[in-house]
Every structure is written in C-alpha cells, then in structure tokens.
C-alpha cells in the first residue's frame, strides 16, 4: 500500500511529537525546577534588567519573583535601584550598582549576576527573610525589546503623556495616553520613562507591566507564539536555568493570570541620593509572604504620610469617617484625586453597598492621572477584591500596618464617575 506525502508528513510529525514528550518526561525526572513543580515547593530567582552601558552597565531593573505552584501564585517583589546596600568591603552604595561593578572586574554577566543575588539575600536579611533568590534572568534593553516582539505586544493603560529624547543614552518613547499594545520598542519606553513621577512611578508602571504581561501569557492567542517567544526568550537573556527549567516555567506561565499575579513594592523612603528600606515594614511585608524567619514583627508609630483632607467633601457619606478599623469586613480608606467634586462619596457609597467597611473618605492633597488600588495590609486578595467592585485594573501591595487599614482607594483623573451612579 502506498502511503501518501501528506500521510507520511503527519505520521513524522506524530513520530517527533512522541519523542519530545519522551524527552521532557526524562528530563522532568532530572530538572530541579520540574521536581519543585510536582512537588508544589516554591521557586525564588531575581529579573535583572540592564542598560546598554558598554563597560559597566547597570541595573536599571530589579525584581524578586516566588512562585508557588501549589497555590499557581507568582509573587513579584520590585526594589527600587537606588536601593542603599552595605555590602562588606566595597565602598558602592546602591544596589544597581552592584551589577556594574562585579561586570567591570571580569565582563562576566553571569557572575555579575549571581553577586546580585546574593546582595539581595543580604539585604532582605535585614529584614528577617531567609530569601537569596536562586535562579536569574538577566536581559538587557535589547533582549527586552525582541521578546515583547515575539509575544505580539503587550496592552497596557497609558496614563501620561510620555515624549522624551536623549540621543546620547539611544532612548525615544512618545506614546500618548490610552490603552494600546505596545511592541518592543514602546514597551521599553513605558516601563523606562519616570516623567513627573520620578523613579517610584516608573516603578509602579513595571508592576502594571507585569501584570499585563501575566495576562499575555495567559491568552489563547499566545499558544502559537508561546515555543518561539521561548526560544527567543532563551536566545535574548543570559540566566543560569537550564532551557527545559525555562520551558517547563513558560507552561507554569499559562497559568499565571492576572489574578494569580501579587505585584509588591519593597517598603522603604527616599534618603538623600538612595533609597533606604523600610526594615519593620518590610518584615511585616516578607511575612506576609511566608518568607521571613520569624513572624511579624512589632510595627513603630504611624508615619503621618500624606496629608489628606479627610472628610472634605460636604455631602455626607451615610456614616461616620472615622479611622478606626473595624476586625470584620475589608477596610477601606478612599481618596479623591481626580479634581471632582463628591467622587470620594460615591464610591465610599458604592463600596460600603458591596459590603466593604469604608472607615476614611475625602480629598487627595493633589491630582494623580491614574486610579490605583493599595493592598495596606499584606492580603492581596483583599485589594482585588475592592478594585475588582470598581473596575479598576491598577492595584500593588504597599503593606503598612501603621495605617490601621487593609485597602486604600486613589481615584485618579481616568476614573469613570458613571461606574459609580
């Protein structure tokens, strides 16, 4: 009988289908990450982001990831760069510059990489977290750029208009506001553009970013780029993971939507040039994970923060503003930062009729362009929860006990005022 070119097409392709199920069966007996994955144990490594510096780059970029595959929970904690460090025997301050420093000595990436990770497990030592990040994926601006290509672009919400140029550090992005799928190159200048809101905005603009990305992972359109936008990812980045580890993390991707991704800012203020961690709030934040060595710890008096004009608007709410925190439902503070008069009230009403416990209510001391929602309290879930009630997709943790709340509201100019009539 003779078998047709189409047929003998299909049974090769069913013959090499067969043997790579065979090979990642063999190797997920072998591969720490695939035996962490059936086990459910956590997974912990660092995304270093790095300029184009020639001789020293920096990192311009610095996040810890846990994954935990029991619960399908990615945990994504940003560290600003300017981070202060004290590290024994070098005389360099911040923690993006441990990258340039330990890449000047010997032009070996991956060392400079793995010097990161351990400055991150010396830093977040401090804070009582048995946490050195065991994997990295180190990328810089151009690797960046050629994976979000291969993934089709990302959608993300631009809430200021972005028009810069520095010729010298070869950056242009000149997006306008709106929502838009942004390819390799607007991608960068998103996540890279600090504009009025400095270094912290931009940081809260890459915890969108990984959201959104999380989402892309999660659609089904990416089933056709997902092997190709591997093997770029594999060709773009230098790590110490193996290509099957990266393989079997980019199907635990699939399940990584939005909803499963908790995007945390490491606690901390601005000190002169750096960025000085916040030690008592980041233990209670790394607790709240489940990655410090003891519990939480005991939280000094409440820094008085930004000052808001509570209770400033003259309708009134249907109840007291108070800010006392009641122990049964989430508890909420809201703040208008829209510029609108009686915002605030409607959506305390809105909230209080979903069943939150609206405590604080009133007006902003200043405008912000975009909404967000602030976990307080180190449950995650709980901020989903209210920007779910409101619409809204902008959300971070930012835990800090000493506010007496576990969510606060920002609405921001692009806030919808008929989402809450």
């Not at 399940?255 to 601005?270: A, D, I, K």
């Not at 923060?305 to 049964?328: H, N, Q, W, Y």
């Not at 009686?342 to 209510?361: K, P, S």
Request: glycine share 10%; charged share 25%; aromatic share 8%.
């Amino acid at each position: 009988m003779t078998v047709s070119p189409g047929v003998a097409w299909l049974r090769g392709l069913a013959g090499a289908g067969v043997a790579v199920v065979l090979l990642l069966c063999l190797v997920a007996t072998r591969s720490p990450v695939a035996r962490a994955i059936r086990r459910g144990e956590p997974i912990s490594g660092a995304v270093i982001g790095t300029d184009l510096a020639e001789h020293a780059p920096h990192s311009d970029t610095l996040m810890v990831w846990l994954y935990r595959p029991s619960e399908g929970q990615l945990d994504v904690l940003s560290i600003p760069r300017d981070t202060r460090v004290d590290l024994p025997g070098y005389r360099f301050r911040r923690i993006n510059e441990v990258f340039a420093y330990h890449y000047a000595q010997g032009r070996d990436p991956d060392a400079a990489s793995l010097q990161v990770c351990r400055a991150v497990g010396q830093l977040l030592a401090r804070a009582g977290a048995a946490l050195e990040p065991s994997y990295y994926v180190q990328v810089d601006f151009d690797g960046f750029r050629r994976v979000i290509d291969r993934l089709g672009g990302v959608v993300v919400s631009v809430d200021e208009p972005m028009d810069y140029d520095d010729a010298a550090g070869n950056f242009h992005v000149h997006l306008a506001t709106g929502v838009a799928t942004l390819k390799g190159q607007d991608a960068l200048g998103f996540v890279r553009f600090r504009g009025r809101s400095g270094d912290r905005g931009r940081i809260l603009r890459q915890m969108e970013f990984v959201r959104a990305l999380s989402k892309r992972l999660a659609s089904p359109g990416i089933l056709w780029r997902g092997p190709r936008a591997t093997v770029e990812a594999w060709r773009a980045v230098r790590t110490n993971l193996p290509f099957w580890d990266l393989v079997f993390l980019s199907v635990e991707a699939r399940r990584m939507t939005s909803q499963r991704v908790n995007t945390v800012l490491l606690p901390g203020r601005p000190r002169g040039a750096t960025w000085e961690m916040d030690v008592e709030r980041a233990s209670f934040v790394l607790s709240r994970l489940g990655i410090a060595r003891g519990g939480p710890t005991e939280i000094a008096p409440p820094d008085p923060g930004p000052v808001m004009e509570a209770g400033g608007e003259e309708e009134d709410a249907g109840g007291p503003s108070s800010p006392e925190v009641s122990a049964g439902p989430v508890t909420v503070k809201v703040w208008n930062a829209s510029g609108r008069l009686g915002l605030a009230i409607a959506v305390t009403r809105r909230l209080r009729g979903a069943g939150f416990d609206v405590v604080e209510w009133g007006n902003y001391n200043g405008h912000q362009k975009k909404s967000r929602v602030i976990d307080r309290s180190g449950r995650f879930e709980q901020a989903r929860r209210v920007a779910e009630a409101l619409g809204l997709v902008s959300l971070y943790s930012d835990a800090d006990p000493a506010l007496r709340t576990d969510v606060e509201v920002l609405l921001g100019e692009d806030f919808r005022s008929t989402d809450v009539r």
